[in-house]
């Protein structure tokens, strides 16, 4: 399984940005898909994770009410919809997919994406 993030770039505080995930490759492994972000000097967190079918889904505490995970299956993608942006929140965002059900931990995952920077920044 390979997985494409893309979308990060640098946004206001209080602006919005929406990240993508491509998964490609044995796509059938995967069950559910998540975000995790790593700011400099910092260890790798869990953002957000939604399961591959009408499942549940987790936020992190610092994610709710501001930020919106959502899945295409059809299109194998996952988004991340973040709004009210704040520096922060800066940091590398990186997707993740498991084969098993949705989880907020890092290591339960197996698949993993490059990162992709967003930078909250006036």
């Known amino acids: 399984v390979q997985l494409q993030a893309s979308g990060g770039g640098l946004v206001q505080p209080g602006g919005s940005l929406r990240l993508s995930c491509v998964a490609s490759?044995?796509?059938?492994?995967?069950?559910?898909m998540g975000w995790f972000r790593q700011a400099p000097g910092k260890e790798r967190e869990f953002v957000a994770a939604?399961?591959?079918?009408?499942?549940?889904?987790y936020y992190a505490g610092s994610a709710k009410g501001r930020f919106t995970i959502s899945r295409d299956n059809a299109k194998n993608t996952v988004y991340l919809q973040m709004s009210s942006l704040k520096p922060e929140d800066t940091a590398a965002y990186y997707c993740?997919?498991?084969?098993?059900?949705?989880?907020?931990?890092?290591?339960?995952?197996?698949?993993w994406g490059q990162g992709t920077q967003v930078t909250v920044s006036s």
């Open positions: 490759g044995s796509i059938l492994s995967i069950n559910a």
């Open positions: 993740a997919a498991r084969g098993g059900s949705v989880s907020s931990t890092l290591a339960a995952y197996d698949y």
């Open positions: 939604i399961s591959g079918s009408a499942g549940p889904i």
